[in-house]
């Protein structure tokens, strides 16, 4: 109330303005996952009240237990093992991502007198729409024909292949932006091209790189079509895949669905209320920068 | 001395090693695949995969559980990608489309004595759910037969509406039970297989049919079909005596509203008594099953059918599996007698016995004993027949499926919809 | 040459997974695989013929028009708001920043699980909520009426990609000069015409990029409405991933599938040439 003083006359409506737009934002954005965390603490027979208790009656941490030790309502998922693909695989990609895309960037940035390079820009720029279910059955002959089925390292190459386009393209940005004078000067002190790259030009463009494999993991962690139909063994199942298995005949175990969503995501919801400031300046440096 | 000690260890290692590694080269994993399912059935599996075991040192079984919704993509791409199974546990209605991609082994031609010794506890309708062309491809552990009405004692008690037996009396029935708190009626009315089968069987109880006796014109724009689905219609649209949400309604939901008493009475199979031991019911809440209502004049060219069938939880042998006589040796373990007693109700509570030991247990009689009274006088499944399959059937039974809604809809009259779907699926037919 | 070293990597893995799986069911579309089928023959056009003539493909083509062209400006009009409003100075903003971007971590099975599960007609919680807040007189169907159950989920798509686009307009924000605004401060501009010859031709950028992802993810948004309704009921939420989904798992015409494929190729690939015209300067090396 202290600021009731000091502030303008018409700055107190618009500071609660701002307030309730806030909330309404945080709400809407939230409710589906604080749904699922008030479920998370129900007892499976209290799931399915009519009409919905907002608030669980006989709060339990039973599920979490389950979900934890592998021991379920009639499932034994190994949701850390899960976790654990899931990270390999997600990381696998946004790494492999990364570093690709940072050398192509440049190249594409600095290489820009060389035959048809324009052509391979617009290609990369052009196969950005083509990754989605339309290519499920054909990425799926492919993957077979190169023996990289019910693989994790296949599914890793191919989430690289999916987020490679944008983040190629969000790279040439950030490296567009960097004067060349910096590398000259470095050659003038007798540095190759490559070590002037990696040396001089890769460092002072970190945070973009970061904003590219965060980009590429988050694209990987979500994705669950193509997990589901290459992956064949369950003890190779990524989160995505193990979550879709609750899609089931009889019995959605809401409670135990909803602990395990909560699970698995809650570490990334923890680190990306982090790093969200670098992925906006990253983003502002790479993809934007017009 | 010492030396020879040593050495006499040396060698007892040594045989030990290899002893344990020969009889790791000999011991065959069998992989099941499990679709669907309740975790009671899971657990009972579970337990008789590790008597299994014990039992066998030469096998391993596994049992891996997949999902229900997903399970025709999954074994497609298992298929494409050689990474089959030995061993599944799915429906039966899905035999005849397996069997033309060649997924599944003829049980009948690689056991014939067996399989003879076998036939015999089965009751010859259960059986033949398992048999495509001749040949058998799937033992079944249990059955869901539908149509089936089950309803809340204590609402028709306060009401004083007697059971209905008629159509008519269903419409009335459902119309003075639609209040405030609870609809009349749902059926369940999703474009999901089992709510599809729901309405199959009510049709085929007033002479409807798919296909015609010699299996190649699609019929089901008679009026056997017509008739049921101007029901569903009159009552979701004319009486609203249903949920304004109905087309979202799947067969699961349907229970849950029901056990939840939001509902007078819900259409189903014969799965209730075990979604209530799923997800328990309210203190106070009694509810009965019975057959569904008949129309009084049967509008159908066919006899009327009193359930149709459906194996749902029947066990099959992948034609590529390399340890098909181990696996073999887990199909006769899961459906020995004392096995199917549990299956049918002692274990699994609600599901429709197969065998004769099934019929006999106490549990069993205790949920149907309907059913047990016409076994004991030699006509139980008398007029059920099995659930419509054949290649394509999945196919053209989700584009029946939009003839179905969209006359719940509202978009065409039953006739008109039915017909333009009809056209649609005779031309599959024919491409078959 | 060595610069090759650098450009081709990316081109060649793109090529093998992207490229060549195109190649791939362009040839799939020609044949006439059926899994129950045993045998293949080449059809030529026919299974496009067959596409093409259907009542069916004509009603979820329009579905999948309406979905991109509304879901696109949609997400941008609510990225832009958002956008704005979180570059105004107020106490936690930067947690809401962190928040709003949680639609986006988490998988899209479970936001679309999570969605079905809410708006569930009778034992859905947003009804309920409603109810009790006297909003709606009645249990709303949400995904059973047949002239809303496309937007409903529609609107779950977005809900997972808006935070994105916020985020990337937001960055732009912050990166417009202060002295540009200052300069206007003295001219007397007030806040709309600051808006509009200011801050949008800043954003244009920006907007167009975000335009662009948007419509690659809606196009592409198969799990949200796959687990949402299977496209039901009858057809009024289906769009083309569905259907290219359902015709090949659920029906087995693996080669009609693929025709239904290219056909959604040849869509985005004029959005994508129509994107890639508006910003022709950024892809131009030269």
């Known amino acids: ?290 | 001395m010492k030396k020879i000690g040593f050495l006499l260890m040396i060698v007892c290692l040594g045989w030990l090693v290899l002893g344990y590694s020969f009889a790791a080269l000999a011991q065959k994993e069998v992989v099941i695949w499990h679709f669907g399912g309740l975790p009671a059935e899971h657990k009972w599996v579970d337990e008789c995969i590790k008597t299994f075991n014990a039992d066998h040192p030469g096998i391993k079984v596994v049992r891996i559980e997949k999902s229900w919704m997903t399970k025709s993509e999954e074994l497609i791409s298992a298929w494409q990608m050689k990474t089959m199974p030995d061993l599944i546990s799915r429906d039966t209605v899905c035999i005849p489309d397996m069997v033309e991609m060649g997924m599944l082994a003829p049980l009948s031609d690689l056991f014939p004595q067996d399989i003879a010794a076998m036939k015999d506890r089965w009751l010859p309708e259960c059986w033949n759910l398992g048999a495509y062309k001749d040949k058998v491809y799937g033992i079944l552990t249990y059955m869901d037969m539908a149509p089936m009405l089950f309803y809340n004692r204590k609402m028709f008690a306060e009401t004083g509406i007697l059971l209905p037996t008629t159509w008519d009396e269903l419409i009335e029935a459902a119309k003075k039970l639609t209040t405030k708190e609870h609809y009349g009626i749902i059926m369940p009315a999703t474009l999901g297989l089992n709510d599809l089968e729901i309405f199959i069987g009510i049709a085929y109880a007033n002479g409807g049919r798919f296909l015609n006796t010699e299996g190649d014109e699609v019929v089901f724009n008679g009026p056997g079909f017509v008739d049921a689905l101007q029901l569903y219609v009159d009552l979701f649209r004319k009486y609203k005596v249903a949920p304004p949400g109905t087309v979202e309604i799947d067969y699961m939901k349907t229970i849950e509203l029901f056990l939840r008493e939001r509902t007078a009475m819900g259409l189903g199979m014969s799965w209730v008594p075990v979604a209530a031991q799923n997800i328990g019911v309210l203190p106070g809440f009694e509810y009965k099953m019975a057959p569904f209502p008949m129309n009084p004049k049967i509008s159908g060219r066919y006899p009327a059918a009193s359930a149709i069938m459906d194996g749902t939880t029947t066990y099959m042998m992948i034609s590529t599996s390399k340890v098909k006589k181990e696996a073999w040796e887990f199909i006769k373990w899961v459906t020995r007698p004392e096995s199917m007693q549990m299956w049918a109700g002692v274990r699994i509570q609600g599901r429709v016995a197969t065998t004769g030991d099934g019929f006999e247990t106490p549990a069993f009689a205790e949920t149907y004993p309907d059913l047990v009274k016409q076994y004991k006088k030699g006509i139980a499944l008398k007029g059920a027949i099995s659930m419509p399959s054949f290649p394509g059937f999945t196919e053209m039974v989700k584009i029946f499926g939009h003839g179905f809604q969209s006359a719940l809809l509202g978009e065409a009259t039953p006739q008109d919809a039915l017909d333009a779907v009809q056209e649609e699926c005779q031309e599959i037919l024919e491409e078959m | 040459m060595s610069g090759f070293f650098y450009i081709l990597p990316p081109v060649i893995i793109i090529v093998i997974f992207i490229i060549v799986p195109i190649i791939y069911a362009v040839d799939l579309s020609l044949l006439s695989v059926h899994l129950i089928k045993p045998t293949v023959k080449f059809v030529g056009g026919y299974n496009y013929l067959k596409v093409l003539k259907s009542k069916t493909f004509h009603q979820i083509f329009l579905n999948s028009m309406r979905w991109i062209s509304l879901g696109t400006l949609g997400t941008i009009l609510i990225g832009l708001g958002l956008g704005l409003f979180l570059n105004l100075e107020f106490k936690l903003n930067s947690l809401v920043r962190g928040i709003i971007f949680i639609p986006w971590i988490m998988p899209e099975v479970c936001v679309a699980f999570a969605w079905r599960w809410m708006l569930n007609s009778e034992m859905g919680v947003v009804n309920e909520v409603l109810m009790k807040l006297h909003l709606v007189p009645a249990y709303v169907p949400w995904l059973a009426e047949k002239g809303m159950v496309l937007y409903v989920c529609l609107f779950v798509a977005m809900w997972r990609i808006y935070p994105f686009i916020a985020l990337m307009i937001l960055a732009t924000l912050h990166a417009i000069p202060k002295e540009l605004y200052e300069a206007g401060q003295i001219d007397g501009t007030n806040f709309w015409q600051k808006f509009i010859f200011l801050t949008i031709p800043q954003l244009r950028y920006a907007l167009v990029i975000g335009g662009l992802l948007t419509t690659i993810w809606l196009m592409n948004s198969f799990t949200t409405v796959f687990i949402m309704t299977e496209g039901g009921p009858l057809h009024y939420s289906e769009i083309l991933p569905v259907l290219i989904y359902k015709t090949a798992f659920q029906s087995y015409r693996l080669s009609r599938a693929a025709a239904i494929s290219l056909i959604n190729f040849v869509i985005l690939l004029i959005f994508s040439l129509i994107y890639l015209q508006a910003f022709r300067k950024h892809w131009r090396v030269t």
């Open chain 1, 1 to 290: 109330m202290a600021s009731l003083a000091y502030g303008k006359k018409f700055a107190i409506p618009k500071k609660i303005i701002i307030a309730l737009v806030a909330l309404f934002i945080v709400v809407m954005t939230l409710s589906p996952f604080l749904w699922l965390f008030i479920t998370s603490f129900k007892h499976y027979s209290e799931v399915f009240d009519v009409p919905p208790s907002l608030i669980p009656k006989t709060p339990t941490l039973d599920v979490y237990k389950g979900v934890f030790t592998g021991e379920q309502l009639g499932r034994h998922d190994p949701w850390p093992l899960f976790f654990l693909n899931s990270l390999i695989i997600a990381g696998g990609a946004a790494l492999l991502c990364t570093i690709i895309a940072s050398f192509a960037g440049y190249g594409f940035a600095r290489f820009t007198r060389l035959p048809g390079v324009s052509v391979l820009l617009l290609l990369i720029l052009v196969s950005q729409m083509f990754p989605g279910p339309s290519l499920l059955i054909p990425v799926y002959s492919t993957m077979r024909k190169l023996s990289l089925d019910n693989s994790r390292l296949g599914l890793l190459i191919l989430y690289t292949a999916f987020a490679l386009p944008f983040t190629t393209w969000m790279s040439v940005g950030t490296f567009r932006n960097i004067p060349v004078d910096l590398e000259d000067a470095a050659k003038i002190d007798g540095c190759s091209r490559l070590q002037a790259f990696l040396r001089i030009v890769l460092p002072i463009s970190k945070l973009g790189m970061a904003t590219t494999a965060l980009f590429a993991f988050l694209i990987s962690w979500s994705e669950y079509p193509f997990g589901l139909i290459l992956l064949k063994t369950q003890s190779k199942h990524t989160v995505a895949v193990g979550l879709g298995a609750y899609l089931r005949e009889f019995d959605v175990f809401w409670n135990e669905m909803a602990a395990a969503t909560v699970m698995m995501s809650l570490p990334l919801v923890i680190i990306f209320l982090f790093v969200q400031k670098f992925f906006v300046r990253g983003l502002t440096e790479g993809a934007l920068s017009g």
